[in-house]
């Protein structure tokens, strides 16, 4: 048979170097990621995580010897990682965040915000919305925002992963949070905000942060560039003003 090299073998003779070594790996090295964590981080299913990402992983094995060593020897700054001693493998959690950085991000939006705006337009949709109050800054700005750009086609930017999101959320989490029935609905509503997609393995994921924030003013597609489309928006602005 051939030997997994993702194993990391402990090898010891005596009890105390047992749980020494052990507790080297779990505490000081990181194997103390189960598949359970991994499966709820990326809201999949455990044998998900177990026929797709686990072989990617290293991990070491806690046999039962060992099992019954370090549950007898738990110390109390160490009472958090009592739990890990009742699984029979332990994966390297920075080979998990390689993993993850690994993924794609896919976004087909520049999500616009009135940060992006400059304080002198800013103004000026302030002013709008005091003289012509039969809208708000906001809606105003989509309604010339729209005027701004030609309809584009459907474009997309692909690139890997600059960081670990907090919370990952699947369709499903996204219907809960926003009380939606349909899939249709969430997709619309990830549509309108120009919320990117993160693609692991055959995943695909949604920052929370990105779902949850304050919605832009805009979604740009992402083949229009930015800045052009923010300098024609503030001059229609400024010209919806004169007209005033």
């Known amino acids: 048979m051939k030997e997994n090299k993702n194993w990391v073998k402990i090898k010891a003779t005596d009890y ?3 749980i020494k070594k052990y507790r080297e790996k779990i505490y000081d090295d990181g194997y103390n990621l189960t598949i359970d964590e991994m ?3 990326l809201r999949c299913t455990y044998n998900y995580v177990q026929s797709q990402i686990t072989p990617k992983l290293s991990y070491i094995v806690i046999n039962s010897v060992a099992r019954n060593l370090l549950s007898r020897a738990v110390r109390d700054d160490l009472l958090e990682y009592s739990t ?3 699984k029979r493998r332990l994966y390297k959690r920075s080979d998990f965040a390689k993993y993850i950085y690994s993924a794609q991000v896919i976004k087909k939006y520049h999500r616009i915000y009135m940060t992006d705006l400059s304080e002198h337009a800013k103004k000026n949709l302030e002013i709008l919305e005091e003289q012509r109050p ?3 800054r906001s809606e105003w700005f989509r ?8 309809a584009a086609v459907d474009a997309e930017q692909v690139y890997t992963l600059q960081y670990i999101p907090t919370t990952l959320l699947s369709l499903q989490d996204i219907k809960v949070t926003l009380n939606l029935n349909y899939d249709v609905q969430a997709y619309r509503y990830l549509h309108e905000i120009g919320a990117p997609k993160i693609k692991i393995g055959s995943l695909i994921r ?3 942060e ?3 924030k304050t919605p832009p003013l805009y979604a740009l597609p992402c083949n229009c560039d930015k800045q052009e489309f923010l300098q024609e928006v503030e001059e229609r602005i400024f ?3 004169s007209d005033v």
Request: net charge negative; charged share 30%; glycine share 0%.
């Open 16 to 18: 105390y170097t047992i």
């Open 39 to 41: 499966s709820d981080y």
């Open 84 to 86: 890990l001693y009742s």
């Open 134 to 136: 039969e809208k708000s």
């Open 143 to 150: 309604e010339l925002a729209k005027r701004s750009h030609d």
């Open 206 to 208: 949604y920052d929370q």
């Open 210 to 212: 990105d779902v949850t």
């Open 239 to 241: 010209a919806a003003l």
